[in-house]
């Protein structure tokens, strides 16, 4: 009987845990600063989805704030490097990097997200060509023992 109440709190625990990762929705009082409080407190504790709604809300609530909009969205590129999702943080950096470009308001906006944004891309490339090295050389792994061979030449040891 006490293993069946184990499981059946550990179920629960885990169920209860899950969906408590993002809340249904953000009270209208929370101010600018409290969705970026919150995104970085979820941040912190790893909870990346919980972050990403924090700060698509504010994004929704606030547009007209440019200076935390892009700031927001930063956030939001960043968290998709985060999670590893390297296609969607390289289009939301590069777009973040147009609107510096070509946005009236980009007087605005602080130089140091345009800056971090070409860091990420700097970053999401270093990310693939390590990746596409692995790649190959697993490759060749494969390859050589197939084909009986080693990928490293043996060599006598160097006698002193």
């Known amino acids: ?27 209208p009082e929370w101010s600018e600063a ?6 970085q407190e979820a941040m ?18 606030y547009p007209e704030n440019h200076q ?7 956030e939001r590129a960043f968290i998709y490097y985060k999670t590893g999702d390297y296609k969607r943080a390289e289009a939301e950096y590069q777009a973040i990097i147009k609107k510096y470009d070509e946005n009236p308001y980009a007087i605005l906006y ?3 997200f345009r800056r971090l944004c070409e860091i990420g891309l700097t970053n999401i490339e270093k990310q693939r060509a390590v990746q596409n090295r692995l790649f190959w050389r697993n490759r060749e792994k494969e390859w050589a023992e197939e084909h ?6 043996e060599t006598d040891p160097i006698e002193i």
């Open 1 to 27: 009987m006490s293993r069946l109440y184990l499981l059946i709190l550990a179920v629960l625990t885990v169920v209860f845990v899950s969906c408590a990762s993002v809340p249904d929705r953000v009270s």
């Open 34 to 39: 409290m969705f970026f409080k919150n995104a």
């Open 44 to 61: 912190d504790e790893s909870l990346y989805k919980t972050a990403l709604y924090y700060y698509e809300v504010f994004l929704i609530r």
């Open 68 to 74: 935390m909009v892009i700031a927001a969205e930063y």
């Open 110 to 112: 602080h130089p140091r």
């Open 148 to 153: 009986g061979e080693s990928l490293t030449e």
